[in-house]
């Protein structure tokens, strides 16, 4: 194979045909995968079959590196697999711009400020997460608590332009097996309980009372 051109036959005008289609996609490649000197080209072999088209990679001249890639008895065939090797080269140039071009990641307003000292481990407790279902289902966890005994969550949201929220939520149906289940737990939840309620507390003061968006009545 001529390294200078993607055909070895330049008489060949089935060759010419691919070349000229997918020759540049060959070479974007090709600078992109192999080493200086080595590139992709197309291939025609005529043996005791007839003719066969083909995809391989060469080495620099006065090498004898040669690697096929893909073959076919007919061009059209080999031009399947060229297609597939300009949409990669599409695809990768496409990715490079993405992720070169700037990204709007979101930064909570309460970022940098000391948080208050909790009596709980809170697991995950603070956090600075994008929730976002879509553009029109915007949300933005900052402190998530479960309470596993009597299966409390208390979470902290930070939307753009509005106050804060918080939620309560839970299982409203919970089986019970017997009456002594019920004490068990009370006796568990009982100070747990108060000292969790206590953190939830602190949480959400020191959020209201860092919150540059004020709420307003509205009447």
Same mark, same amino acid.
């Given at each position: 194979?001529?390294?200078?051109?993607?055909?070895?036959?330049?008489?060949?005008?089935?060759?010419?045909?691919?070349?000229?289609?997918?020759?540049?996609?060959?070479?974007?490649?090709?600078?992109?995968?192999?080493?200086?000197?080595?590139?992709?080209?197309?291939?025609?072999?005529?043996?005791?079959?007839?003719?066969?088209?083909?995809?391989?990679?060469?080495?620099?001249?006065?090498?004898?590196?040669?690697?096929?890639?893909?073959?076919?008895?007919?061009?059209?065939?080999?031009?399947?697999?060229?297609?597939?090797?300009?949409?990669?080269?599409?695809?990768?140039?496409?990715?490079?711009?993405?992720?070169?071009?700037?990204?709007?990641?979101?930064?909570?307003?309460?970022?940098?400020?000391?948080?208050?000292?909790?009596?709980?481990?809170?697991?995950?407790?603070?956090?600075?997460?994008?929730? /976002?279902?879509?553009?029109?289902?915007?949300?933005? =966890?900052?402190? !998530?608590?479960?309470? #596993?005994? &009597? %299966? *409390?969550?208390?979470?902290?949201?930070?939307?753009?332009?509005?106050?804060? /929220?918080?939620?309560?939520?839970?299982?409203?149906? =919970?089986?019970? !097996?017997?009456?002594? #289940?019920? &004490? %068990? *737990?009370?006796?568990k939840a009982t100070d747990e309980l108060a000292k969790w309620f206590d953190d939830c507390a602190t949480v959400t003061d020191w959020f209201q009372r860092h919150d540059t968006i004020k709420e307003t009545d509205h009447e």
């Amino acid at each position: 194979m001529n390294n200078q051109t993607p055909t070895t036959n330049s008489s060949d005008s089935d060759l010419l045909s691919l070349a000229g289609k997918y020759g540049h996609a060959l070479a974007g490649l090709s600078s992109r995968l192999l080493p200086n000197g080595y590139r992709l080209g197309f291939t025609r072999t005529v043996g005791g079959d007839g003719a066969r088209f083909g995809i391989e990679v060469d080495g620099p001249d006065g090498t004898d590196f040669t690697y096929p890639i893909a073959g076919a008895p007919d061009a059209q065939s080999v031009e399947i697999f060229a297609q597939t090797i300009q949409r990669l080269v599409w695809a990768a140039n496409n990715a490079a711009a993405d992720h070169d071009r700037p990204c709007n990641e979101w930064h909570s307003r309460y970022e940098g400020l000391e948080r208050p000292t909790l009596v709980l481990r809170h697991d995950p407790g603070w956090v600075c997460e994008d929730v /976002s279902m879509n553009d029109s289902e915007v949300g933005h =966890r900052l402190f !998530r608590s479960d309470f #596993e005994p &009597l %299966e *409390l969550s208390f979470e902290v949201y930070e939307n753009d332009g509005s106050p804060i /929220s918080v939620s309560f939520g839970g299982e409203i149906d =919970r089986t019970v !097996r017997d009456p002594e #289940e019920l &004490l %068990e *737990l009370g006796d568990k939840a009982t100070d747990e309980l108060a000292k969790w309620f206590d953190d939830c507390a602190t949480v959400t003061d020191w959020f209201q009372r860092h919150d540059t968006i004020k709420e307003t009545d509205h009447e």
